[in-house]
């Protein structure tokens, strides 16, 4: 079994930044294909973000490619996400999700998933 623990959310105003951070038990973190869904209220868990098990290679959602990076560090068994220039389309319940295997962008295909946290930005 693998546990995910988001933190960081919160509220900010529109072009502001967040940190979030998941911390990940269980399992050998190094193993582990990582990624970062949102959802908002109404609509579907969509893609954000992924990293391989080896940190290497990364995959980021169309709306928030060049904002967005997505970070692992095997020291403290976490993956990160900065967003930067925040904008109010941003805000959603944002979960970690881990997988083994090969990195993909479709919720179904992750196994292990935390509770979210909760980013509004406001304008």
């Known amino acids: 079994q693998v546990q995910l623990v988001e933190s960081g959310g919160g509220l900010v105003q529109a072009g502001g930044s967040l940190r979030l951070s998941c911390l990940v038990s269980?399992?050998?973190?190094?193993?582990?294909?990582l990624g970062w869904f949102r959802q908002a209220p109404g609509k579907e868990r969509e893609f954000v973000a992924a990293?391989?098990?080896?940190?290497?290679?990364?995959i980021y959602a169309d709306s928030v490619k060049g904002r967005f990076t997505i970070s692992r560090d095997s020291a403290k068994n976490t993956v990160s996400l900065q967003m930067n220039s925040l904008r109010p389309e941003d805000t959603a319940v944002y979960y970690c999700a881990g997988r083994n295997g090969y990195m993909v962008i479709t919720p179904r295909d992750y196994t292990w998933w935390g509770q979210g946290t909760q980013v509004t930005v406001y304008s």
């Open positions: 990293i391989q098990w080896s940190g290497s290679s990364t």
């Open positions: 269980g399992r050998t973190f190094s193993s582990l294909d």
